[in-house]
Structure formats: C-alpha cells, structure tokens
C-alpha cells in the first residue's frame, strides 16, 4: 500500500514537472523550411534595400509582437561593407538603417544610399534570431548569406549642375535658402565640403549654412537644399550677434561648386559652377495673395491661369502648395510652369476649361525667398504676425472662366 502510494506521488510530480517545463520551454518547430530562406538585394528609386524572403509566417508574427530594436535587428540581420563577414575582430559595425517586416519578408533600407562600385555582404542569423523571440528549430542552417556589388555603369555622360533657385541675381539679405539640381544622382559625402561661398572681396564666408551629415537631399539625391544657418539670420540671437548675418545688403557674393565633387557613380562633375548674385535690404513682410495678380483663361481652351507675384517665392514650395480646384473643391489636373525668377506661376489643364467658377487653394506655409509665409515672417516680432487664416490653412482666390 505504502509502494502503491510513493509510486502515485511520483508520478504526479513527474507530472506537474512536465507541465511547468513545457510553459516555460520555447516552441519547437522542427519542420520550419529555413533553408527556402533567401537574402538578396533590390534596388529602389537609387537607393536600394536588402531583404530576406521566405521566412515561416509564424516567426514573422513573433518578431512583429517583439518589437526588436536596431541593435537587435543588426544581430539578426546585419549588412556590412565588404565581401566577407567581418571575423577578423576588427569590430567593423553594421551599416545604420531601418527594419521593417512587410509582405512576408524583412526589408533593410541603409540611412544613406548604397554606392555604387562597392561590394556589400548582408547575414541573416538564424540562431541570435530564435534566441530572441524563444524559439527552437532542429533542422536547418545557422545563417544565410548573400553578397552583392552595385556596377559602374561602363560608360555614361558626365554629371551637370542644371539649375540653382532661386534663380534672382538679387536676393534678400536674409535669404533662407538655395535648391541645387543636377542632372545625375550625387554620390554619398559631405556635400559641404564642395560648396564655397565667397563674398566681393573673395573671402570665403564662415559657416553660412547649416551642415547635416550628408546634406539635405530629395530622395533621388539630384536636389540639394542649403538651408543658411537660422541663427545668423534671426536678430538677437547668440550667432547672430557674434558672427553677423551671411549675407550683407549691397554686396556681391558668389556660390561656387567644385569641379571634384563626384556623382553616384563616382566621377566628377563636367565642370565646376558658380552663381554671382547682389544682395538687397532683408525682406521681412509675409507673403500677401491680395498682391497677386490673376490671368484667368477662357472656356473651351486650353489656355494656362496665371499668377504674377510681385516679389519671388520659393521655387520648391511653388511647386507643389497651389492648387486649382473646380466649384465641386475637385483637384483639376495639369502641368504647373515656373518663370521669371520664380515669380510667375502658371497652370495648363490636361483638358480644356469649362464655364464655372474655380478657386486657386494657396496652402498658407507658401514662403518667399526669407523664409516668410501667408500667416507670419520667418524672423517675426510677435505684435506685428498676420493673424492665422481661418481656412484650415488655406487661402483662396476666386476666379470664374467664361467664354469670350
């Protein structure tokens, strides 16, 4: 009786022990097809991602609950410049860049585009991933691997600087900022290290802009911003009143671009540029609709509605802050032109005008060349701000289109 009753204790407790072991045990998925897992690199709008397709959707959902940060995510998927795995203890860190799972598959997108004529080695760790998200495979690889170059094109025409807004050769003594384009994408680099502004005595100012790693680019790397730097402009602040403004009324000033500044596919410009402009009084209005004047197009053509500003604004911002909307508030579709140093704005419908009433919708942050806006100025004293438009942030300008 007494065996009897050791023998039952026993088993129970062998019992309760399997329990409590197989909660706290990761999930054992011996039959997960690690090994269909593929690692590989696509190129997206010139910059490029690398991805690993393939995964188990289940892991997929573990890793979307888990939430890993970026030190974690380069454990589990790192990408390295190079051919190899860096072993060698040289303590080579991973590229930065973000993770995102999408589509059932992770994607890896760099902070700074891929460049091209260089080799790149990207691991996907299945062990630092299982020991992450608790989980147990028994069959499969440690890692997968993929190496990738991005070629050099063998031949392709020399890159050009096509433009640099605003296009004035007068600028306000407080201008914010300047676009530059170029023909071709620009490689990666301080791009300040080839921008030099001189002003007439041919000294090289100090500091005139903002300096961001790599520098302000859209997102095909063939437009720069070059903001000047807001502390010398606003008065009274510490730069300012240190170094100056960068700019000074009455004086000629030169942006030049080097020649050696090299493209996405590592070779010069065609040829150095420079941009000669005077500078005028600092502009410190805001932006008034009330001084446009309005061309409006007769019905059945074609004809473009047009918007002369008595001052320039800002050429990027032009481009994309005014709308032409019908009497429904429907978007009418065109093409939009910008002219004469950025102060004629024009809209050419896909279709030609019907008979009715239109509004030009101004979103109201549209901003001159110093950075002031239909609401307030960019360096403002709070009693003399332009109350906010009551429109939601827009501002709009009736019109009707008739036929002559």
Same mark, same amino acid.
Request: glycine share 6%; aromatic share 10%; with cysteine.
């Given at each position: 009786?007494?065996?009897?009753?050791?023998?039952? #204790?026993?088993?129970?407790?062998?019992?309760?022990?399997?329990?409590?072991?197989?909660?706290?045990?990761?999930?054992?998925?011996?039959?997960?097809?690690?090994?269909?897992?593929?690692?590989?690199?696509?190129?997206?709008?010139?910059?490029?991602?690398?991805?690993?397709?393939?995964?188990?959707?289940?892991?997929?959902?573990?890793?979307?609950?888990?939430?890993?940060?970026?030190?974690?995510?380069?454990?589990?998927?790192?990408?390295?410049?190079?051919?190899?795995?860096?072993?060698?203890?040289?303590?080579?860190?991973?590229?930065?860049?973000?993770?995102?799972?999408?589509?059932?598959?992770?994607?890896?997108?760099?902070?700074?585009?891929?460049? #091209?004529?260089?080799?790149?080695?990207?691991?996907?760790?299945?062990?630092?991933?299982?020991?992450?998200?608790?989980?147990?495979?028994?069959?499969?690889?440690?890692?997968?691997?993929?190496?990738?170059?991005?070629?050099?094109?063998?031949?392709?025409?020399?890159?050009?600087?096509?433009?640099?807004?605003?296009?004035?050769?007068?600028?306000?003594?407080?201008?914010?900022?300047?676009?530059?384009?170029?023909?071709?994408?620009?490689?990666?680099?301080?791009?300040?290290?080839?921008?030099?502004?001189?002003?007439?005595?041919?000294?090289?100012?100090?500091?005139?802009?903002?300096?961001?790693?790599?520098?302000?680019?859209?997102?095909?790397?063939?437009?720069?911003?070059?903001?000047?730097?807001?502390?010398?402009?606003?008065?009274?602040?510490?730069?300012?009143?240190?170094?100056?403004?960068?700019?000074?009324?009455?004086?000629?000033?030169?942006?030049?671009?080097?020649?050696?500044?090299?493209?996405?596919?590592?070779?010069?410009?065609?040829?150095?540029?420079?941009? !000669?402009?005077?500078?005028?009084?600092?502009?410190?209005?805001?932006?008034?609709?009330? !001084?446009?004047?309005?061309?409006?197009?007769?019905?059945?053509?074609?004809?473009? #509605?047009?918007?002369?500003?008595?001052?320039?604004?800002?050429?990027?911002?032009?481009?994309?802050?005014?709308?032409?909307?019908?009497?429904?508030?429907?978007?009418?579709?065109?093409?939009?032109?910008?002219?004469?140093?950025?102060?004629?704005?024009?809209?050419?419908?896909?279709?030609?005008?019907?008979?009715?009433?239109?509004?030009?919708?101004?979103?109201?942050?549209?901003?001159?060349?110093?950075?002031?806006?239909?609401?307030?100025?960019?360096?403002?004293?709070?009693?003399?701000?332009?109350?906010?438009?009551?429109?939601?942030?827009?501002?709009?300008?009736?019109?009707?289109?008739?036929?002559?």
């Amino acid at each position: 009786m007494r065996q009897e009753f050791i023998r039952v #204790l026993l088993l129970t407790a062998g019992i309760l022990l399997a329990v409590a072991c197989k909660k706290s045990a990761p999930a054992v998925y011996p039959n997960s097809s690690d090994s269909s897992i593929e690692v590989r690199f696509r190129e997206v709008s010139n910059s490029g991602t690398v991805e690993a397709v393939g995964i188990d959707s289940r892991l997929l959902n573990k890793l979307r609950e888990k939430q890993l940060s970026l030190k974690q995510w380069q454990r589990v998927f790192p990408v390295f410049v190079g051919k190899i795995y860096p072993e060698d203890g040289s303590g080579k860190p991973p590229i930065l860049g973000t993770y995102k799972i999408e589509n059932q598959a992770i994607y890896f997108k760099p902070r700074f585009p891929f460049r #091209l004529g260089l080799a790149y080695y990207a691991r996907f760790d299945f062990i630092q991933l299982y020991s992450l998200v608790d989980w147990i495979n028994t069959s499969g690889p440690d890692f997968m691997e993929s190496t990738f170059l991005l070629e050099k094109p063998t031949r392709i025409a020399p890159t050009t600087v096509t433009n640099i807004f605003p296009s004035t050769d007068v600028v306000p003594a407080n201008l914010l900022r300047f676009y530059i384009h170029f023909s071709a994408p620009m490689g990666p680099g301080n791009a300040h290290d080839y921008v030099h502004l001189l002003n007439s005595r041919n000294e090289e100012v100090a500091l005139p802009f903002v300096e961001v790693e790599e520098g302000l680019w859209d997102r095909d790397r063939k437009r720069l911003t070059l903001f000047f730097h807001p502390g010398r402009l606003k008065r009274g602040v510490a730069p300012n009143l240190k170094m100056g403004p960068p700019l000074r009324k009455g004086e000629t000033f030169r942006l030049i671009l080097d020649r050696n500044w090299k493209d996405a596919y590592g070779n010069p410009l065609e040829k150095g540029f420079q941009k !000669e402009f005077k500078v005028a009084a600092d502009d410190r209005g805001p932006v008034s609709e009330k !001084e446009w004047r309005v061309t409006t197009p007769s019905a059945g053509t074609r004809q473009p #509605l047009i918007l002369n500003f008595p001052d320039p604004l800002d050429h990027a911002l032009l481009s994309r802050m005014i709308l032409i909307v019908d009497t429904n508030g429907n978007s009418c579709k065109g093409t939009i032109e910008i002219s004469k140093s950025e102060m004629r704005w024009e809209f050419i419908p896909d279709s030609p005008w019907a008979s009715g009433n239109y509004s030009v919708a101004v979103n109201t942050a549209l901003e001159d060349l110093a950075g002031n806006n239909l609401n307030s100025v960019f360096d403002r004293e709070l009693a003399h701000s332009r109350p906010q438009i009551e429109t939601g942030g827009l501002a709009k300008i009736h019109f009707r289109v008739t036929k002559y």
